[in-house]
């Protein structure tokens, strides 16, 4: 049975940092891209991140570059996402989802097979 777990989210001031991991068991994590997706009260679910299986090619929207980071530990069968300079807007439940090889080109909650149940960010002072 495919399995995500996040984990590391919680509560951070502003302009703090945050490393999520997404924990993957139940299938070969080397085969499948990995996306992070955000959920923020009364919004819809947004695509934040995406790494492709050979670990050579990412996605991020412009309006994340230069302040996450994806990677991906295929020995331990776990995908990160770090998060810098985090803003009260960054506050929303995250989810981590394992698809085909490629990330798609545009962020789509229809190209992935399986999905955590997603940890709580919260940015506030």
């Known amino acids: 049975q495919p399995q995500l777990v996040e984990s590391g989210g919680g509560l951070v001031q502003p302009g703090g940092s945050l490393r999520l991991s997404c924990a993957t068991s139940g299938f070969t994590l080397d085969y499948y891209a990995i996306g992070w997706f955000r959920q923020a009260p009364w919004k819809e679910r947004e695509g934040v991140s995406c790494?492709?299986?050979?670990?050579?090619?990412?996605y991020y929207p412009d309006s994340l570059k230069g302040r996450f980071t994806i990677s991906r530990d295929n020995a331990k069968s776990t995908v990160y996402l770090q998060m810098n300079s985090l803003k009260p807007e960054d506050h929303a439940v995250y989810y981590c989802?394992?698809?085909?090889?490629?990330?798609?080109?545009?962020?789509?909650?229809?190209?992935?097979?399986?999905w955590g149940q997603g940890p709580q960010v919260t940015v506030s002072s």
């Open positions: 989802a394992a698809g085909p090889p490629s990330c798609p080109l545009v962020p789509a909650t229809e190209w992935y097979d399986y």
């Open positions: 790494i492709s299986s050979s670990d050579t090619s990412t």
